[in-house]
């Protein structure tokens, strides 16, 4: 297939661009550079440096066998300070993928949801079938896609799937994770262990889990790479079909920067610190439906393996 894939020099979205390729698929990138790299574009993909709101006709006009829609605003901290940037930069511009996609007769979707659309859980593991309350912006602006995809698929006959990605880690060789402000437990306890930062905050040790604290479904972004493979075979017109990504395995806040230290060898000085505003307790993926429907098993689970890929990516770009 001809496929354009959106926020492509990103993180997951360079991991995705690079397994698509490896598929056998033409892959064209459309990614503004704004938190993305443009040396994260796999070799032999073609990069436009533009922004969807203003290349996006252009470049559907070529003609496409489907969209990878990972260009997004992905930051809770930030979405709660600056909503507009949210509102306009995450469902503004999907609109005008999807009337683009709609002029341009592109007939698949895959777009990159996220668990932030549950919210605070009533049960875990979480199914699609869980009541969607985010309690962030960015959690809203990803659901009021999902609901605009919904809609486009039913009146236009779009084959549309939604991914909702719990906590994605790891790396692929070298596509990892690069952000200018990081936020994420994993990069930022292996800056620690890299000697770019001195120590680890833990938001809380009182969560009502085991070793009191947060416990997360850290799935390994090239299983999640799979499943978008899958996603774009199984799309079928005229439905829109919602998949949750992850593990199905919690590990706790402890149990990361122990795998961590264990990994890198470093000490990883930890504090306790506060809890940090909007954090749920427990966030753990049922992919029950994911396995049923797209055949789809994640198949890097061990913690100590998706954290010894995240590291030899961080060594790789001290090296760089
Ligand atoms: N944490 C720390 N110290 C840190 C950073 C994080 O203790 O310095 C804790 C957090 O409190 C949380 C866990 O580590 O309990 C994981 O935090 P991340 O920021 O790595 O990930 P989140 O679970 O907050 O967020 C992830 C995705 C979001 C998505 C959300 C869905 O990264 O994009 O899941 O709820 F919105």
Request: charged share 20%; glycine share 10%.
């Amino acid at each position: 297939m001809k496929l354009l894939v959106t926020g492509g020099a990103g993180y997951v979205g360079s991991v995705c661009a690079a397994r698509l390729v490896e598929s056998g698929h033409e892959v064209v990138v459309l990614d503004d550079l704004s938190t993305g790299h443009a040396d994260a574009v796999p070799d032999g993909v073609r990069l436009v440096e533009a922004g969807i709101d203003d290349a996006i006709g252009e470049v559907l006009a070529e003609g496409f066998d489907g969209v990878l829609h990972f260009a997004a605003k992905s930051l809770v901290g930030e979405s709660m300070q600056d909503p507009a940037k949210y509102w306009q930069g995450n469902v503004v511009t999907s609109l005008r993928l999807l009337d683009a996609m709609r002029a341009h007769g592109t007939p698949r979707l895959v777009f990159s949801s996220t668990a932030a659309t549950y919210g605070e859980p009533e049960q875990v593991p979480i199914a699609e079938t869980a009541p969607t309350r985010p309690t962030n912006p960015y959690g809203a602006t990803k659901l009021a896609i999902d609901h605009a995809i919904t809609s486009y698929a039913a009146a236009h006959g779009l084959a549309a799937v939604s991914l909702r990605y719990f906590n994605v880690a790891g790396a692929y060789g070298r596509f990892g994770e690069r952000h200018g402000v990081e936020t994420h437990l994993i990069p930022i306890v292996l800056q620690v262990a890299s000697g770019r930062r001195e120590r680890v905050q833990v938001y809380g040790d009182d969560w009502p889990t085991d070793d009191g604290t947060c416990v997360r479904d850290y799935i390994h972004v090239v299983d999640l790479a799979d499943a978008h493979l899958r996603a774009l075979a199984h799309a079928t017109t005229g439905e829109h079909r919602v998949y949750n990504l992850g593990n199905g395995l919690g590990f706790s806040v402890k149990q990361v920067i122990d795998a961590c230290r264990e990994v890198t060898g470093h000490p990883i000085p930890a504090d306790v610190a506060p809890r940090r505003a909007g954090d749920p307790a427990v966030l753990v993926a049922s992919s029950e439906k994911a396995r049923t429907e797209l055949g789809w098993k994640p198949e890097r689970v061990d913690l100590a393996g998706i954290v010894r890929d995240a590291w030899d990516f961080t060594r790789s770009q001290q090296g760089a």
